[in-house]
Structures are given as structure tokens and as C-alpha cells.
Nanobody, 123 residues
Framework: QVQLAESGGGLVQAGGSLRLSCAAS????????MGWFRQAPGKERVFVAA????????YYADSVKGRFTISRDSAKNTVYLQMNSLKPEEPAVYYC????????????????WGQGTQVTVSS
């Protein structure tokens, strides 16, 4: 059973930075692509970034390219999302997820989810 637990959310001013962490089950990075999604109130959950199991290649939504960075530390079984230059329209619950497929950008293609962490951006 894959377990995921996000942390690091909080309140940040527009233009500021925040780093989210996702603690995962041991060995998951060898088999699963890891993704980050976000969901604002009343809106659908949308893709943010992903990192492939083999090779560690990354993929980003156009809206966050150049500002967000996904990375992982296999020794710590943790995947990170570094968010810079946060915008007032980006508050949401941010979710970590895992899929046995290669890069996927739709929530239904992910097999396991964390409970989410709230990010609030003040203007």
C-alpha cells in the first residue's frame, strides 16, 4: 500500500516562496511517477508538476513553468515542490499523488493520493 503525506503549506505573500514536501512509502520512486496537483475552492483539481520514476525527468503545467520546481530525495523518500513568485490566484489545496504510468496530467490517471496541504497567498 502506497502512503503519501504532504506538509509545508501555509500563508505566504504574493511574490513569495514556499516549499511543499510529500513523504512517501519507501521505494516508491523506483516504480511510480510522482505528481503535484492543486484544487481551489469550487474548482477542479488540476495538474501542476510531475517527476518520472526512471530517470527523474520532470514536466510542468504551463502556468507554473519557470516558477515551480519538482524534485525528489530518494534517500528520504520525499518529493518536493518549490514554489517561487506565488501569485494571488494560486491559493489552493495542494496534493501529492503517485501513478504507475509515465507522465500523466489528469487526476483520474493517478492511483494514490495524499490528504493535501493548504496554501494561502495574500495580496
Amino acid at each position: 500500500q502506497v502512503q503519501l503525506a504532504e506538509s509545508g503549506g501555509g500563508l505566504v505573500q504574493a511574490g513569495g516562496s514556499l516549499r511543499l514536501s510529500c513523504a512517501a512509502s519507501e521505494g516508491i520512486f523506483r516504480r511510480y511517477t510522482m505528481g503535484w496537483f492543486r484544487q481551489a475552492p469550487g474548482k477542479e483539481r488540476v495538474f501542476v508538476a510531475a517527476i518520472i520514476a526512471i530517470g527523474g525527468g520532470t514536466y510542468y503545467a504551463d502556468s507554473v513553468k519557470g516558477r515551480f520546481t519538482i524534485s525528489r530525495d530518494s534517500a528520504k523518500n520525499t518529493v518536493y515542490l518549490q514554489m517561487n513568485s506565488l501569485k494571488p490566484e494560486e491559493p489552493a489545496v495542494y496534493y501529492c499523488a503517485a501513478t504507475a504510468r509515465l507522465i500523466r496530467t489528469t487526476p483520474r490517471e493517478y492511483d494514490f493520493w495524499g490528504q493535501g496541504t493548504q496554501v494561502t497567498v495574500s495580496s
